[in-house]
């Protein structure tokens, strides 16, 4: 299985400035039940120290309270995990609510442009929403802004890592129409003898 930077499209994509990136974003800003929420996108390296950390945190509360590394064969890593999402070559789709005079995180994907086996991809390497915040859309939000960026760059599929012992997530992806991967363990009816699995959706 190969992974590389690859291909034209992929080489063009990864050459994107935030600003271009945001222009396939079909919502910069949204009201759910009244509340206000803006959309940005950023490189890794233009992350401001404290959106670094909100970005962290959401990511260990959920993780920690759905109990989804500490289940899984790949245990809970922090240095390789903090390595792997704040790469060089991640972006970010991160969700603001608006309150008041201030600004908060509250939801965001973490992508990055791929070659590998031949396809371009678009790898949704994180999706998370702060508890508080879901079940009002934001996540729909954020996967929409993900398809659009895809069809916008001419990449052929949304991949994602998805555990086995986490439903909600495996049901929201559903919804979208993810289906198994070929690379994924369990595909073509084989016994799945790990513990995720990898999904794809079409987006060209
Ligand atoms: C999974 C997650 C990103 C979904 O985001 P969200 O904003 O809560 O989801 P949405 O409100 O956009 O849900 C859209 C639809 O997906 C389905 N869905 C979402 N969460 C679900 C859940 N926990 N159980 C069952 N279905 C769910 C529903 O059909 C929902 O529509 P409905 O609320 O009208 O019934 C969010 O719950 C989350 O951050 N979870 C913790 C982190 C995580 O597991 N991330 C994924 C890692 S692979």
Redesign the pocket.
């Known amino acids: 299985m190969g992974l590389s930077t690859g291909s034209k499209v992929i080489i063009a994509a990864n050459k994107a400035t935030p600003e271009e990136l945001a222009l396939a974003l079909p919502a910069r800003e949204l009201t759910v039940n009244g509340t206000r929420y803006r959309l940005d996108v950023k490189l890794s390296k233009e992350l401001l120290p404290h959106t670094r950390d909100a970005i962290w945190n ?2 260990v509360t ?2 920690r309270d ?1 109990r ?1 590394y500490k289940a899984s064969s790949l245990k809970w890593k922090p240095a390789a995990k903090k390595k792997e999402i704040f790469n060089r070559l991640s972006r970010f789709v991160l969700v603001f609510s608006e309150e008041e005079d201030a600004e908060r995180l509250v ?1 965001y994907t973490i992508f990055r442009f791929e070659h590998e086996d031949d396809f371009d991809i678009l790898y ?1 390497y ?6 508080e ?11 929409e802004q993900l398809v659009s960026v895809s069809k916008t760059w001419k990449i052929g599929k949304i991949n ?4 086995l012992s ?4 495996l ?3 559903k ?2 129409g993810f289906v198994l991967d070929e690379t994924s363990p369990g595909y073509g009816g084989e016994e799945n003898e790990d513990d995720y699995e990898i999904l794809a959706m079409p987006t060209s």
């Open positions: 959401i990511l959920n993780m759905l989804v939801a949704c994180e999706l998370q929403v702060l508890q915040a879901q079940r009002r859309g934001l996540g729909k939000v954020l996967m994602l890592t998805v555990f986490n439903p909600g997530a049901k929201f992806y919804t979208f």
